[in-house]
Nanobody, 121 residues
């Protein structure tokens, strides 16, 4: 499985960004797609996950009501719409995939190159 995240950048607090993650290789549509983030010097933390038919979504408490995860199985792409961004959202954002929406990064085998999100105050 190959995963490529992009769409990061520098944004002011209160702003928004939309991240994308393109997947290739093993079947994309049958698995959960998951976003994690890793702030400088910290562990990789769960952000959001979405089931194969978009019927199940899960969010970390810190991003609920601000972030929205979605997917387009026809394009093998998962998205993360991030609104009302805060400086504490600054991190490298990664996407991954797995059979269940585990919240520990240790549960996942495949990781793509992350994309940097920086939120200035």
């Amino acid at each position: 499985v190959q995963l490529q995240a992009f769409g990061g950048g520098l944004v002011q607090a209160g702003g928004y960004l939309r991240l994308s993650c393109a997947a290739s290789g093993r079947t994309f549509s049958s698995k959960y797609m998951v976003w994690f983030r890793q702030p400088p010097g910290k562990e990789r933390d769960f952000v959001a996950a979405i089931g194969w038919n978009s019927g199940s979504t899960y969010y970390a408490d810190s991003v609920k009501a601000r972030f929205t995860i979605s997917r387009d199985n026809a394009k093998n792409t998962v998205y993360l719409q991030m609104n009302s961004l805060k400086p504490e959202d600054t991190a490298v954002y990664y996407c991954t995939t797995g059979p269940i929406p585990a919240t520990s990064h240790r549960a996942y085998e495949y990781w793509g190159q992350g994309t940097q999100v920086t939120v200035s105050s």
